[in-house]
């Protein structure tokens, strides 16, 4: 059973829809990260955020993505306008600290079609 | 750039042998590197970690061995059990970033 709590576990889209999912992290874990793992298993690092400010984000997240952790509210992340290549499994973490262990929730599975 | 690599990418070993995974990586500033394991429609998780000031790690059937000069590492896994099929992924980190993950290693164990 994850300590970290991730919604829905499953995600439908068309292109340019939409698509909203919610973390609520590890309690006591003031560290939040955003992954993107795709159908070969690659982990994209897409956002982090520690105390609901962002520490690091990358460049993709600029345009069509966007996340928050508000204080005493989930986490989340939303694509503006979903493409097929946002097809994936997105899974939520969160740790102590930036360079420590990480606790993974279950992912959501966006499908884009 | 993948800075993070891991081989195999598939390995089947017999109940009771020791399976080992390989995982190197290319920035030298990288100085902690967990593992984790999968399963199908899971989450990662945690199952042993390592910082770069020590060479080995054990827990229970699982140790890291890691050679720092050559910038790789390895998990064993001793007497491996069915229940040990999953993929395992390494990941690397230095102080303040985001660790970076390998592609994994699907590991069979054979009854």
């Known amino acids: 059973n994850s300590k970290v709590i991730q919604t829905p576990r499953y995600l439908v889209k068309g292109q340019g829809q939409k698509a909203k999912m919610r973390c609520i992290p590890e309690?006591?874990?003031?560290?939040v990260f955003w992954y993107q793992q795709n159908k070969n298993n690659e982990f994209k690092f897409l956002i982090n955020?520690?105390?609901?400010?962002?520490?690091?984000q990358i460049d993709m997240t600029e345009k069509r993505f966007s996340a928050e952790c508000p204080s005493n509210s989930p986490c989340s992340l939303e694509i503006q306008s979903s493409e097929a290549g946002d097809s994936a499994l997105y899974l939520c973490?969160?740790?102590?600290?930036?360079?420590?262990?990480?606790?993974f929730g279950s992912g959501t599975r966006l499908l884009v079609i | 750039q993948q800075q993070v690599r891991q081989s195999p990418q598939s390995l089947t070993v017999w109940e009771g042998e020791t399976a080992i995974l390989n995982c190197s990586y290319e920035?030298?500033?990288?100085?902690?590197f967990p593992w984790y394991q999968q399963f199908p429609g899971e989450g990662p998780a945690l199952l042993i970690s390592?910082?770069?000031?020590?060479d080995k790690k054990e827990d229970g059937r699982f140790t890291i061995f890691f050679n720092k000069r050559e910038k790789k590492l390895s998990l064993h896994i001793a007497d491996s059990q069915p229940g040990d099929s999953a993929t395992y992924f390494c990941?690397?980190?230095?102080?303040?970033?985001?660790?970076?993950f390998g592609t994994g290693t699907k590991l069979q164990v054979v009854p």
């Open positions: 990941a690397a980190s230095e102080s303040g970033t985001y660790q970076r």
């Open positions: 309690k006591g874990h003031p560290v």
């Open positions: 973490a969160s740790s102590r600290q930036t360079n420590s262990d990480y606790t």
């Open positions: 955020f520690q105390n609901q400010e962002v520490l690091q």
């Open positions: 920035n030298s500033a990288f100085d902690y």
């Open positions: 390592i910082l770069s000031v020590s």
